[in-house]
């Protein structure tokens, strides 16, 4: 399983445990060409918009290595950002 698909099960996770339907927030990945600066190293970058179909608000997250999208999303959910 790639990091994402982890990362995505993860975040239904949350929503279900703060009671939301997981079928009204869609979760778009797009990757993030390589570094040329990476010093040739390869780092996945994605970016991941996530919409709450119901209310129509979203936000905009980055992924990948060393990137914690989840909790970020987590925050906003707390925050009230989807409502």
């Known amino acids: 399983m790639e990091m994402y698909d982890g990362e995505l099960l993860e975040a239904q996770a949350r929503l279900r445990a703060r009671g939301l339907d997981v079928d009204d927030f869609s979760f778009n990945r797009t990757f993030h060409p390589p570094d040329p600066?990476?010093?040739g190293m390869f780092t996945i970058m994605y970016e991941v918009e996530i919409t709450n179909a119901k209310t129509g608000k979203s936000m905009s997250a980055?992924?990948?290595?060393?990137?914690d999208w989840v909790g970020r999303f987590e925050d906003a959910l707390k925050d009230g950002h989807f409502e």
Do not use: R
Request: aromatic share 12%; no cysteine.
């Open 37 to 39: 600066d990476g010093g």
């Open 62 to 67: 980055t992924g990948g290595i060393g990137f």
